[in-house]
């Protein structure tokens, strides 16, 4: 019985099921659809004003100041750790939530939750450390899905519990304080790892399949094997101080980011990652707040809960769906960018000028369907070719991007020491940013498309040349051939 649970503990299963346990019960959140209800009723009183402009940006700013040092913490604490900080972060936040009081309290809850969603990293990484490469694209998909999942559980149950049961605000936070300190419970039997990717890396790990085709020769420049851990035992043998070693680490991410993002296909959907996520967290950070805007909850029904488990749906549904579409995302997937990019903006613009709550639902459950649809192509067009650490160090790259951008966005759009505009007119901002976006975008797919009609006529009418130079099609600067 001793070496049957032993075994068990050893093997992929049993850290996949805790994982997926935690990421449950702490995506099973029933408050969270309507938090801002909550914080202007009876029982925390806030205006609409102080939830905007002193309340929701303290977030943006402490997510930002923590994700780089909890970045560098996470592998170096061989992520266990930061799971079990990321789970009493939960309980704090929803601690101080219940029983807090005054604006500065709810100050609190933001900058703690900023440390929840700095810690989250941890959850996405850990299974890597823990199971073999075989077994990443099949844990990865049930890690995710189970997130998605609860999050959508939660809503329908929050929706349900306030039209049909007329259960208070203050009890789905009771219960979401429940769920999270479950899923606390759970990360302190999560096996710990014996290695990370960085700064605990495996030297012998097993090797990654070659590219062959068309693609090797790109391959050449983006998956180049690792050398952070051989740079740490060499700054071992030389130098004892923590702070060479950091030293030689950083400097061996910045050679690896700087080949990545050579890339040009890398690069320009590292880019609508980066601008596109900064808007949508943006959106849905605020979105509650346009929503009570248009329909008071003291005045009528809201619906957030199930427009919020609608749209999660929706978006899965769209995300699973574009697995089997057969599509050239080389030639036509920065057209997909631009067209989608137009929708989301459309979206936006109708939330701003509506003064119908039903059709500012339906702006939103297409904006954010639309997102989960485009950011699940671009993360298979950015990880294909990409090393589990180098797609966790692009990862990284894109996330503090668009994490800087979405905090521009707020000092000079939310924040009084900006513009401090009223929220139907931030709304009006957003729409017109992702406007950009579509254009810039479908500027770049023109390019493409003229580029790619253009080789196909010098093939039609082929130019002699020394048999000794590379065809066009085999230049260093072709976009990567993958196909999702």
Excluded at 15 to 25: A, K, S, Y
Excluded at 64 to 84: M, Q
Aim: aromatic residues 16%.
């Amino acid at each position: 019985m001793d070496s049957f649970r032993t075994s068990l503990r050893d093997s992929w299963i049993f850290p996949t099921v805790i994982l997926c346990l935690f990421g449950f019960f702490s995506m099973m959140r029933p408050s969270e659809p309507f938090l801002i209800p909550y914080l202007s009723g009876p029982d925390k009183n806030l205006t609409s004003t102080q939830i905007t402009k002193d309340v929701l940006p303290v977030w943006t700013y402490s997510y930002l100041v923590l994700l780089l040092p909890v970045f560098v913490l996470t592998d170096y604490a061989r992520y266990k750790p930061v799971i079990i900080l990321q789970g009493i972060s939960f309980i704090v936040t929803w601690l101080l939530l219940l029983f807090g009081k005054g604006l500065k309290a709810m100050q609190a809850v933001e900058f703690v939750f900023g440390i929840v969603s700095a810690t989250e990293v941890a959850y996405y990484a850990y299974i890597y450390s823990v199971v073999s490469p075989q077994h990443y694209q099949r844990v990865s998909g049930y890690c995710r899905s189970v997130t998605l999942v609860a999050y959508t559980a939660a809503s329908v149950l929050a929706q349900l519990l306030v039209s049909l049961a007329k259960l208070s605000y203050f009890y789905l936070n009771v219960i979401s304080l429940f769920s999270v300190s479950v899923a606390t419970f759970f990360s302190f039997f999560l096996p710990m790892p014996k290695k990370s990717m960085f700064f605990h890396a495996n030297i012998n790990r097993e090797p990654y399949p070659e590219p062959s085709g068309k693609d090797a020769a790109h391959e050449t420049v983006v998956q180049k094997p690792f050398t952070i851990s051989e740079n740490l035992e060499n700054s071992h043998r030389g130098s004892s101080k923590a702070k060479n070693i950091l030293l030689r680490i950083c400097m061996q991410w910045f050679q690896d980011l700087k080949e990545c993002y050579a890339s040009k296909s890398l690069f320009y959907w590292s880019l609508w990652w980066a601008f596109s996520t900064a808007g949508f967290n943006q959106v849905v950070n605020y979105v509650q707040i346009l929503w009570e805007y248009k329909s008071p909850s003291q005045d009528s029904s809201i619906y957030n809960g199930a427009v919020e488990a609608i749209a999660t749906f929706g978006g899965a549904a769209a995300a699973f769906a574009v697995g089997y579409l057969k599509v050239n995302w080389d030639l036509l997937g920065e057209l997909a960018l631009a067209i989608f990019s137009l929708v989301s903006a459309g979206s936006l613009l109708l939330m701003h000028y509506t003064p119908n709550i039903w059709l500012c639902y339906t702006g939103y459950l297409v904006f954010k369907s639309s997102y989960m649809l485009l950011i699940t192509i671009t993360v298979f067009q950015i990880a294909v070719n990409l090393s589990v650490e180098r797609y966790a160090l692009v990862f990284g790259t894109n996330t503090f991007i668009a994490l800087v951008i979405q905090t521009i966005m707020t000092v000079i759009v939310v924040d009084e020491r900006g513009l401090g505009l009223s929220i139907s007119i931030q709304f009006l901002v957003y729409g017109s940013y992702f406007a950009v976006i579509a254009g810039i975008f479908l500027m770049r797919s023109g390019y493409i498309l003229y580029s790619a009609r253009h080789r196909k006529e010098v093939e039609v009418f082929p130019v002699t040349s020394s048999p000794t130079k590379p065809h066009p099609e085999e230049s260093m600067d072709t976009i990567l051939s993958t196909k999702l």
